[in-house]
T-cell receptor
Framework: GQQLNQSPQSMFIQEGEDVSMNCTSS?????WLWYKQDPGEGPVLLIA?????ELTSNGRLTAQFGITRKDSFLNISASIPSDVGIYFC?????????????FGQGTILTVHP | DAGITQSPRYKITETGRQVTLMCHQT?????MFWYRQDLGHGLRLIYY???????DKGEVPDGYVVSRSKTENFPLTLESATRSQTSVYFC??????????FGPGTRLTVT
């Protein structure tokens, strides 16, 4: 099936630093989504992207739908301790029926106070 | 304002037993999904449903059965549990087709 390559696998940063992570695919995607998962909880939707080139913000989070439609990026500015968690990208590839999302492996973010 | 709930949150069962995991959503979303989350595999789709009485297989459906007699409920049954089905199971739902909202998960251990 489809695969998404998410990087980095983990990040250790100081509070206040900016964070960048990305997701790439070998095929074209029609939708990109970014989720955050806290320990013991389900993933929570952060940002949804539907158009190539689209740049969308949600507070300190900014995500972009890559021009090639094969990648997406998530940036977190001025990180705080509550940003700790696992961040997942997800997408629906061209030709895939609605509802069938593919998920990346996740980026584990640790923020040191 | 419960949103989407799952029960039980934790379950331990023995190999060969039948287990049913429950999922309930209060949004009247048409689409509902079941995923399993395992280290090294991320989230994988087991089954999904576009509406009551309409279900379809996902990536890893073997050993699982679903039903959807009511829009708000989407139970997942393991007919004869195996150790390989030890996992964390998430239910999700959506009205806007690609923006899925997840429940808190059920941690299932098969001994």
């Amino acid at each position: 099936g489809q695969q998404l390559n998410q990087s980095p696998q983990s990040m250790f940063i100081q509070e206040g630093e900016d964070v960048s992570m990305n997701c790439t695919s070998s095929s074209i995607f029609n939708t990109w989504l970014w989720y955050k998962q806290d320990p013991g909880e389900g993933p929570v939707l952060l940002i949804a992207l539907y158009k190539a080139g689209e740049l969308t913000s949600n507070g300190r989070l900014t995500a972009q739908f890559g021009i090639t439609r094969k990648d997406s990026f998530l940036n977190i500015s001025a990180s705080i301790p509550s940003d700790v968690g696992i961040y997942f990208c997800a997408g629906r590839s061209g030709g895939t029926s609605y509802g069938k999302l593919t998920f990346g492996q996740g980026t584990i973010l640790t923020v040191h106070p | 304002d419960a949103g989407i709930t799952q029960s039980p949150r934790y379950k331990i069962t023995e190999t060969g037993r039948q287990v049913t995991l429950m999922c309930h959503q209060t949004w009247s979303h048409s689409y509902m999904f079941w995923y399993r989350q395992d280290l090294g595999h991320g989230l994988r789709l087991i089954y999904y449903s576009a509406a009551a009485d309409i279900t379809d297989k996902g990536e890893v459906p073997d050993g699982y059965v679903v039903s959807r007699s009511k829009t708000e409920n989407f139970p997942l049954t393991l007919e004869s549990a195996t150790r390989s089905q030890t996992s964390v199971y998430f239910c999700a739902s959506t009205a806007v087709l690609d923006e899925q909202y997840f429940g808190p998960g059920t941690r299932l251990t098969v001994t």
